[in-house]
């Protein structure tokens, strides 16, 4: 089985800080993933998909990048919504599997 | 609007079954895989199934494998997943979902 690497687990940032998250994959799954945000008791909101593309509607701050087994998902300027947990998801190979998850936190 | 709603969820015993539906509206539903996830309280969220549009192809985690069975009625716009001997640890919300667009979840507690 795929194994997913998510880091950190958890962050502490300011408003208006950049924030990085990576996922690494324990073989290559493409561009097959996808990053998700969480926010406490609401379902999941998938923010891109295919790696790169950011899904209709989702603010233009968020961005993904990756290739391969290395992924990160990269908030440019963090608003106060965007605390909440972030997820990625390989789906190139059954099992699927997410990532163990980013909680992200205020300073 | 694409809107996906499930149901089923519920108290039951260790070694019980449950069936949950997922009731699909807004897209061609036989056109897209599908999904079922879940989150165990205050945990992370885990890949449980997916199933191809037609039907023909399905996959499961580990955990699952053997006691959960994905199925769709594509003439019904409906998704399931028949959970058989239950477990402690598979006590969740579980969401249906399709890429971009999630239910709002339904729970499952196993215990006796």
């Known amino acids: 089985d795929i194994q997913m690497t998510q880091s950190p687990s958890s962050l502490a940032a300011s408003v208006g800080d950049r924030v990085t998250i990576t996922c690494r994959a324990s073989?290559?799954?493409?561009?097959?993933l996808g990053w998700y945000q969480q926010k406490p008791g609401k379902a999941p909101q998938r923010l891109i998909y295919?790696?790169?593309s950011l899904e209709s509607g989702v603010p233009s701050r968020f961005s993904g990048s990756g290739s391969g087994t290395e992924f990160t998902l990269t908030i440019s300027s963090l608003q106060p919504e965007d605390f909440a947990t972030y997820y990625c998801l390989q789906h190139n190979t059954f099992p699927y599997i997410f990532g163990q998850g980013t909680k992200l936190e205020i300073k | 609007e694409v809107q996906l709603v499930e149901s089923g969820g519920g108290l039951v015993q260790p070694g019980g079954s449950l069936r949950l539906s997922c009731a699909a509206s807004?897209?061609?539903?036989?056109?897209?895989?599908m999904n079922w996830v879940r989150q165990a309280p205050g945990k992370g969220l885990e890949w449980v199934s997916s199933i191809s549009g037609s039907g023909g192809s399905a996959g499961y985690a580990d955990s699952v494998k053997g006691r959960f069975t994905i199925s769709r009625d594509n003439s019904k716009n409906t998704l399931y997943l028949q959970m058989n001997s239950l477990r402690a640890e598979d006590t969740a919300v579980y969401y249906c979902?399709?890429?971009?667009?999630w239910g709002q979840g339904t729970l499952v507690t196993v215990s006796s």
């Open positions: 807004g897209f061609t539903f036989g056109n897209y895989y």
């Open positions: 979902a399709r890429g971009n667009t």
């Open positions: 073989q290559g799954i493409r561009n097959d």
């Open positions: 295919a790696a790169s």
